[in-house]
């Protein structure tokens, strides 16, 4: 009976896993072509501060149809005629340092929209303390949290349907499912942002489990967590098409929307994550005070960081042990090579085992973590999430620093395009020394060129100015054809589009 009930069970898992495999090659190939398609032009002898004109658009015609993200078009640096009444839903919004992506992500965005003359009433959980007031133009409704900390959907709705019936919203933005389906199905104005769907997150469980070490027992609950994300995929695929807008926050997402989740095309729209470049930049003077500060040896010859919560689905483990090897292995490195890394989490105290050339922080504000990027010649992601596009491969990019992270499909499909840019890793412990060696062979010129090559890229595509540019058209496109206005904002280009595009 015990014979059966395992043999059912490696069954389940290897059906599970065969499945996942024939729509991850569906999704690689889609990205295979598209990458073939359009591959990377950096130009590394381009100054980044350059705007030069062009005689045509990279694109003519309505805007969703369009099949590459939104970025890489060029709008008009100033505010529209009309102005936007946003309503926005996210579980929670950014209290001091503790945010996640997905809640910067609604931060940084609409706070660009105020300062362009946009209102947006945010309906979120009531948090601890009162949302600080970020801008005139930025508006809380508050709702009491659920037993479980969430935010009441249900409480929000009211909230929001109270309000739309005096002053009727021109559009409503969703981050992730903050505003669920049954009620998103009654708005033909709604567009929602994914920071993550099920399909990436099997991916990640997958992953988790591959890096597990030798002798480390599998987790008891992995066929159950495989078997639930399967089922959630198929849900998933059901209510998306309940949501009459789809923003991919990647170049991958987008494709796994339009080929597996099966959206129509014209209702995906790709706007990659843009970060804020007023704060994040290139500013020697600031890093070289940042190593002083912190004590950053000048005798260091390369300087490793890394940044977040510092837990095992973020890569720690198989971080910590590639440097542990390495350390043991090569004492050169040993000698040149400096660690600092910025966060907390439980793999804090076990990387302050690694020795003095290892420096732990602790959380940073979003200042010092500006400045902790400029004290950098590399900045280290090994998440082993899959889930969504991450920003702080992004915040590196425009401070100038190349980024070396784990080939995953929207880091390698959107941000490190190119060796020119960076370094990718298989999510293993070898792989990853084979790749922090071939750093510490490269040297500091070479980092250098690659972080300049970077710095382009992200100033071009990563902007919080960028993206809040192409969220505003996509909302005006929604609202003009909602409202029936003179303007069709989804027509691309407008007389009022510039055609200026940062090089």
């Known amino acids: 009976m015990a014979k059966h009930h395992q043999s059912h069970l490696i069954f389940n898992l290897h059906s599970i896993c065969h499945l996942l495999f024939v729509l991850s090659s569906i999704s690689s190939l889609a990205f295979l072509f598209w990458t073939y398609y359009h591959p990377c032009s950096c130009n590394l002898q381009k100054p980044i501060t350059t705007l030069h004109s062009q005689s045509q658009p990279l694109f003519s015609g309505h805007l969703p149809s369009l099949p590459s993200a939104w970025n890489h078009l060029s709008f008009s640096p100033e505010p529209p005629p009309k102005r936007l009444n946003i309503a926005l839903f996210v579980k929670r919004w950014p209290q001091a340092n503790r945010a996640g992506g997905m809640e910067r992500h609604a931060l940084t965005l609409h706070l660009v929209l105020a300062r362009r003359g946009h209102m947006t009433h945010v309906f979120t959980v009531s948090p601890d303390a009162s949302p600080k007031a970020v801008h005139p133009n930025i508006h809380f409704h508050l709702s009491d949290p659920t037993p479980f900390g969430l935010m009441d959907p249900a409480a929000a709705w009211r909230q929001f349907e109270a309000l739309n019936s005096t002053q009727p919203f021109d559009v409503v933005h969703s981050e992730s499912v903050g505003l669920m389906h049954p009620w998103a199905k009654r708005l033909t104005n709604i567009a929602v942002s994914w920071h993550g769907i099920a399909y990436e997150a099997m991916h990640t469980d997958i992953v988790e489990d591959l890096v597990r070490r030798q002798g480390e027992h599998r987790s008891p609950d992995l066929e159950k967590r495989l078997a639930e994300r399967s089922f959630r995929i198929i849900e998933e695929v059901k209510f998306f098409q309940n949501y009459a807008h789809h923003i991919a926050t990647s170049d991958h997402v987008g494709d796994i929307l339009k080929r597996i989740y099966m959206i129509p095309e014209e209702r995906v729209h790709v706007i990659l994550n843009g970060v804020n470049e007023y704060v994040f930049k290139q500013d020697s003077v600031s890093g070289h005070a940042f190593r002083q500060q912190y004590g950053v040896p000048e005798s260091a010859g390369l300087v490793l960081g890394m940044s977040g919560r510092l837990v ?47 420096l732990v922080l602790g959380p940073l504000d979003q200042g010092e973590i500006a400045r902790f990027y400029n004290a950098l010649d590399i900045f280290v992601h090994p998440s082993l999430r899959a889930q969504g596009f991450d920003q702080t491969p992004l915040e590196a990019m425009i401070s100038g620093k190349p980024v070396m992270a784990t080939r995953f499909a929207s880091t390698t499909g959107s941000a490190i395009v190119s060796s020119e840019l960076g370094y990718i890793f298989s999510p293993t412990v070898e792989s990853l020394k084979e790749t922090l060696y071939r750093v510490f062979r490269d040297g500091r010129e070479v980092l250098e060129k690659k972080g300049k090559a970077a710095r382009w890229r992200a100033s071009k595509l990563f902007t919080a100015t960028k993206m809040a540019a192409s969220f505003e058209r996509l909302f005006l496109c929604i609202s003009s054809n909602e409202r029936k206005q003179d303007t069709d904002y989804c027509k691309y280009p407008l007389p009022s589009d510039t055609f200026l595009e940062n090089s």
């Not at 973020?314 to 350390?327: D, V, W």
């Not at 004492?331 to 105290?349: C, E, L, T, Y």
């Open 312 to 358: 095992r689905d973020k890569g720690h483990p198989i971080m910590f042990e590639a440097l542990n090897q390495i350390f043991m292995e090569d004492q050169m490195f040993r000698k040149q090579i400096f660690v600092v890394v910025a966060g907390d989490g439980p793999w804090a105290d076990r990387y302050k085992e690694l020795g003095p050339n290892l």
